[in-house]
Structure formats: structure tokens, C-alpha cells
């Protein structure tokens, strides 16, 4: 099985959930603590040993190109003041010349739109796709752990989490066909189903790793699920044909950093690892809950 080396990023979506802030920023560069989004998912595929990173952007997301490359100035400034630490952290920002790439997705088509518009930079290998709205904190990131299971089945591989039946209609969602604890093996995927249709509680999370044969089936993809191509179809017609798919239940605590309910928890639990500020935020958090106690 070749190994895989590419990871797509769909990062063109608009951002309307936060409004205003991203009428000038992408929301991929809003930040937990001090590294923006797409910071955390560029170093999950790195970890993962992933090597060329495609992302698939759309009008007003420059700020994400202009933050991977490099900020001669700034450096030469904290190069200047001695501040290497920072330097460091600067430094481990940028991309070398050619490991990037990023293609434009003239239309939002959907998910499935997205990925296929960087076909032809994939050749005819397995890709991984990170949507960057799901944050995993994780001892070993999620997609490494991936990785590691899919070096032993292959097929297509979805991460996978339970999720409370009434929120299923958010997700895609996995039918099971055999649960082998960690990994379950499919027998259907439905994108964004009614409650009462979804076959099972076991949501996809944004983490795949996808044979070539699932962009093959973007080729003729017609659109799905809100009207727009969906990535689960263009997986779940895999099922049963020539290649397998697969759930996987990752170790770690998934954030919708997509809703502003799940980016304000990420915010609170990044904040409380770091070890600089660790003392300080939880002093303050305390406080805040007895407050809130005494009030009610
Ligand atoms: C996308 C996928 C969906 C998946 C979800 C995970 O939906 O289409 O299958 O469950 O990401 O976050 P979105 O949240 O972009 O609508």
C-alpha cells in the first residue's frame, strides 16, 4: 500500500457563524491561545507524516497564504532584540517553497466539491483531507493515529465519534456493520440525516484518509445532501464495491471549533494545558464559577 503523503484542507467556507470577525479574517486564522486553527491541523498532518499540503481556498482567505510563508522582517527584528524562543516559534510557522500549494474553489459547491478541485494534484494515491473546524486534543494526534490503523486494513478510513442521537442530523453518519472496538467496518454512511433516519450515533469527524477511487467518484458527483456535493456519498459508494470503509473511534476530545459554543470550550481547554498560563486561567475560572454560584 503506498504511503500517504498528501493532506487536502478545504478551508473556503465563508465563516458566517462568525461574523463579524470573519469579514476580514478567515476564521481558519482565529486563534486558540495564540496559534490559529489551521496552525493545530497543520501540525496534526506533519505528525501524521504527511509532506505536501494542498489547501482549497476562495476569495478573501489571503491572510492564510501570507501566514505560511516567511516574515523577514519580523525575524530580523526579534533576531535583533535576541528573542529567540519567539523566533523559534515564528520560524516553525513556515512552509517550505513547494510543500504547499493552494487551489481555489471558484463556487461553494459543498465538501465534496472542495476536494475534488484538487484532483489533479493528487495522481492516483491515497490523500488524507483535515477539516480544520474539528479540533482534536489528543496524546497522539488523531490523524497519526489513523495512520496507524490504515497501515494494517487500508480501505477508506473515517474518524469517527459517538455523538447524542438528536444531534446525529449534523453529521455524517456511519452504519456498522462490524465493530471491532477501535475501528468499525461500514455498511452505510448517510450525510446529514433526519433523526429518525440515521442509521446508528456514530458521527464522522473531519479526519479521512481516502483511496483515489473516492476523487474518481467526485468525477460524476451529483449534488446531495443541502444541495451541495457531498464528500460522504463520494465515500459511501465505495462500500461493498472494490474498496472497504472504515470508522475510527480516535483517543481524545474532539471541539466543533466551527460553532462558537465548541471555539469558546477549545479556548478554555487550550488554555488551561498551557502550562504558562495554566495558574492564572484556572484561578480565574474559579472565580467565575463560585461567582456565578453565589448569584444564582
Ligand atoms: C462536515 C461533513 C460531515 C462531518 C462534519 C464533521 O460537515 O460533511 O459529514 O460529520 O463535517 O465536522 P459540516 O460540519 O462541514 O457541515
Not at 74 to 95: H, I, Y
Not at 270 to 292: H, N, P, Y
Request: aromatic residues 6%.
Amino acid at each position: 500500500m503506498k504511503k500517504v503523503t498528501k493532506a487536502i484542507f478545504p478551508v473556503a467556507g465563508l465563516g458566517t457563524r462568525f461574523l463579524p470577525a470573519t469579514k476580514s479574517i478567515p476564521k481558519e486564522i482565529m486563534t486558540l491561545v495564540d496559534r490559529p486553527l489551521i496552525q493545530y491541523a497543520i501540525d496534526e498532518a506533519r505528525a501524521a507524516g504527511i509532506k505536501e499540503f494542498i489547501f482549497v481556498t476562495a476569495r478573501g482567505k489571503s491572510a492564510l497564504e501570507d501566514y505560511f510563508d516567511i516574515a523577514p522582517e519580523l525575524e530580523n527584528t526579534l533576531r535583533k532584540k535576541g528573542k529567540t524562543e519567539l523566533l523559534q516559534t515564528l520560524k516553525s510557522t513556515n512552509m517550505d517553497s513547494g510543500e504547499i500549494a493552494y487551489i481555489r474553489q471558484n463556487k461553494a459547491m459543498g465538501l465534496g466539491h472542495a476536494v475534488w478541485c484538487a484532483r489533479r494534484l493528487m495522481g492516483n494515491e491515497p490523500f488524507a483531507v483535515i477539516l480544520p473546524d474539528d479540533v482534536i486534543a489528543a496524546e497522539k494526534p488523531c490523524l497519526q493515529q489513523m495512520m496507524e490503523a490504515h497501515a494494517e486494513i487500508g480501505g477508506n478510513m473515517v474518524a469517527a465519534m459517538e455523538v447524542p442521537k438528536e444531534k446525529t442530523s449534523s453529521y455524517g453518519v456511519l452504519g456498522v456493520q462490524q465493530d471491532m472496538g477501535s475501528v468499525v467496518s461500514v455498511n452505510d454512511m448517510v450525510e446529514k440525516p433526519a433523526v429518525e433516519d440515521a442509521p446508528s450515533n456514530l458521527a464522522v469527524i473531519g479526519r479521512y484518509i481516502l483511496t483515489p477511487n473516492v476523487m474518481r467518484n467526485l468525477n460524476k458527483a451529483k449534488s446531495g445532501s443541502g444541495g451541495e456535493v457531498q464528500l460522504t456519498d463520494a465515500i459511501a459508494q465505495e462500500i461493498g464495491a472494490s474498496g472497504d470503509v472504515y470508522g475510527f473511534r480516535f483517543r481524545g476530545q474532539r471541539y466543533d471549533c466551527g460553532s462558537k459554543a465548541g471555539f469558546l470550550q477549545a479556548t478554555v481547554a487550550f488554555g488551561l494545558a498551557r502550562e504558562d498560563l495554566r495558574d492564572e486561567f484556572s484561578d480565574f475560572i474559579d472565580s467565575m464559577v463560585a461567582a456565578k454560584t453565589a448569584a444564582q
